[in-house]
């Protein structure tokens, strides 16, 4: 069944959206860790940059997986990478517990704010509701997805407008008082920003099944930079009225919510970053479970629902004990750095190179194929 124009331009860079944000920013720790520095044009600057980087690798994954079939992180690093993909798998498991421990810390401490109860009862309750999620297999991840992202973009927007309106001068004196520093340490900053939070398109190559032609791939791909990482930008200006005392907050998003003042907006908006932080573990895990269900397609089995549930509570009951070990921001900091340079290596500059050829060569034999049949005296059809 053919798919409609949301599933092909727009679902893919909402799915990309939510394996990100929560991943990358929506605590408001990553943003700091990689911008704050470089003042809020700088900051800004590097984010773009970042943005760049995804659109155009995501349009390359996209259309990679589309030509190969390649809809789940084995088969398309196979294809990538040949007998060196088992790099990208380390990598991956690498990052998805470093990921999930920083979300579950997250998720564990913001829903003990809204709930009132024990920590270790919300990271347990956060836990159950990600292994629901995955239960029931793509579709339903796809659904949760796409269908939370008419809920996050409001709420990002009402945090952005409440404080524009209540510290917008504080914002207007940070911008103008902190010229743009070296911009080469801000080009570096966006790169390293943008190849760690690459691994989410690999946990989202699911929704690849979707992209039917090139000019879907590049559209899609093109607008997931864009849809990622515009709220990001937004909220990262309106952190900027408390640089530098934000710097020092595990969790900047709740600092600049206690500083709006409005308790009943506060307490809504970190319920919706703990179901968002439900999505984003569900897209990265949900990866991990497509990959088993395609391994285990060779013996003529399938991954059942309470299989897939079983892996997710692996993996994060394995997560907390990182989280707990390490530290929210021991984690970000020496963690996500070292993942950094995982993805540029194996991610991407494989994909922006031999698979970007790859590509062209494939478009350049499909093109010259008919030619061929045709003075054979066979018809072939594209």
């Not at 990309?16 to 809020?40: N, T």
């Not at 659904?143 to 510290?167: D, E, G, H």
């Not at 009951?317 to 921001?329: E, Q, R």
């Amino acid at each position: 069944m053919r798919s409609n124009w949301f599933s092909r331009y727009v679902l893919p860079g909402l799915i990309l959206k939510a394996a990100i944000i929560g991943g990358g920013y929506l605590s408001g720790r990553e943003l700091i860790q990689y911008f704050a520095s470089s003042g809020p044009l700088g900051g800004l600057s590097g984010m773009a940059i970042a943005m760049l980087i995804w659109s155009c690798v995501y349009a390359a994954t996209l259309e990679f997986a589309r030509m190969h079939r390649s809809y789940d992180y084995r088969t398309f690093f196979r294809n990538l990478l040949g007998p060196f993909w088992v790099l990208f798998e380390v990598a991956y498991l690498i990052t998805i517990l470093t990921v999930l421990s920083v979300l579950t810390s997250v998720a564990g401490t913001t829903l003990a704010t809204v709930t009132g109860w024990p920590v270790l009862l919300c990271e347990c309750a956060f836990m159950a509701s990600v292994a629901g999620v995955l239960f029931f297999g793509t579709q339903s991840v796809e659904r949760f997805l796409s269908l939370w992202s008419f809920v996050l973009y409001p709420a990002f927007a009402a945090l952005v407008v409440l404080s524009f309106w209540k510290f917008g001068d504080r914002i207007a004196e940070r911008v103008h008082s902190m010229p743009v520093p070296d911009l080469g340490n801000v080009a570096w900053n966006g790169l390293k920003y943008a190849a760690y939070n690459i691994a989410a398109m690999a946990a989202v190559l699911f929704c690849a099944r979707h992209i039917q032609t090139r000019k879907d791939a590049l559209i899609g791909g093109l607008l997931g930079g864009p849809l990622a990482m515009a709220p990001g930008m937004l909220f990262f200006l309106s952190m900027s009225a408390f640089d530098p005392q934000i710097r020092t907050q595990a969790v900047p998003v709740e600092y600049l919510l206690a500083r709006l003042d409005l308790p009943v907006f506060r307490l809504i908006f970190l319920a919706i970053m703990a179901v968002t932080l439900i999505g984003t573990c569900s897209a990265l895990i949900h990866a991990v479970n497509e990959r088993v269900a395609q391994t285990l397609t060779f013996t003529h089995r399938q991954l059942p629902g309470w299989g897939r549930a079983a892996i997710a509570a692996a993996t994060m009951i394995l997560s907390v004990f990182v989280a707990v070990n390490i530290g929210l921001v021991a984690l970000v900091d020496r963690g996500y750095g070292f993942i950094a340079w995982l993805f540029i290596g194996v991610f991407m500059i494989p994909v922006m190179t031999y698979g970007i050829w790859k590509i062209v060569r494939g478009h350049r034999m499909a093109v010259s194929t008919p030619a061929m049949d045709s003075a054979d005296g066979v018809t072939s059809r594209q």
